[in-house]
């Protein structure tokens, strides 16, 4: 088995590997937590412990997870504007609380995962994309996205290492920071400044994927110097990235 796996395409992030155990943390992306063994336990900002085999989080949910040392968890992130987000959004009426499943979906979607975590090279995004389609009971919601969004979220990602403002990003749309920062929280789901903080965060894991450096890979994606990513990247995650981005 490889020290971890790592998978960052798309607004899709698949990892598993060293975590037996996180602080308390709080990142942007709709995640699916499961372990290879049993269940695991999940507590949340209140202290109300959770244990299931299958966890569904919110974004900006703070929440500590944990299993037992012969499991191997698997951590699912999806970006907050991606269609497997809203699906979950809609099916679980995701909002302030974490879902737990006392059985999963589909063994031999899980197994597929069981396989890629053992060095198995397996189209992760399809079987994300199964695995959703099985948690939502293959149903699609029609979301009307809002084209001056859309176009926001692709420069965004186009500039990552340009300093953005609101007022600017508001301008080119020809709409008031004020009514620009409600519509864009509307339609991605959380505000304006942390989607750019996640979006820096994907494109630094991605160039980590890439075979760069810690240093290299944080100034690929915007972030200023090492330590700020590294301070970010452990309040998203509950763990330092040396601890679980490592051989």
């Known amino acids: 088995m490889e020290a971890f796996r790592l998978f960052f395409k798309d607004g899709i992030g698949v990892y598993s590997g060293h975590v037996a155990t996180t602080k308390l943390h709080a990142h942007h992306a709709t995640e699916i937590i499961y372990c290879t063994q049993g269940q695991h336990k999940i507590i949340d900002n209140s202290g109300k412990e959770n244990f299931s085999v299958l966890s569904i989080i919110p974004h900006d949910i703070k929440h ?18 991606h269609q497997f987000s809203e699906r979950l959004k809609q099916t679980y009426q995701l909002d302030k609380e974490i879902i737990g499943l006392q059985k999963l979906p589909n063994e031999q979607i899980m197994n597929e995962f069981k396989h890629w975590i053992m060095g198995k090279e ?47 990003m508001a301008s080119k749309v020809h709409l008031s920071a004020l009514r620009y920062a409600h519509l864009f929280k509307e339609h ?46 452990t309040e998203m995650f509950g ?6 981005l490592k051989g």
């Open 239 to 244: 763990v330092a990235p040396s601890s679980v």
């Open 64 to 81: 500590q997870f944990s299993c037992h040392g012969n499991s191997i968890p698997v951590f699912i992130f999806m970006d907050p504007f």
């Open 188 to 233: 991605v789901g959380i505000p304006f400044r942390r989607y750019i903080l996640w979006a820096r965060m994907q494109s630094t894991v991605e160039s980590i994927i890439l075979g760069n450096s810690l240093t290299i890979a944080c100034y690929d994606g915007g972030f200023s110097d090492l330590p700020h990513f590294s301070k970010t990247f």
């Open 122 to 168: 397996i189209d992760v995004m399809h079987y994300t994309r199964l695995l959703v389609d099985q948690l939502t009971g293959h149903h699609t919601y029609s979301t009307q996205s809002d084209q001056r969004i859309v176009n926001s979220i692709q420069h965004i990602k186009e500039s990552l290492s340009q300093e953005m403002r609101i007022e600017d």
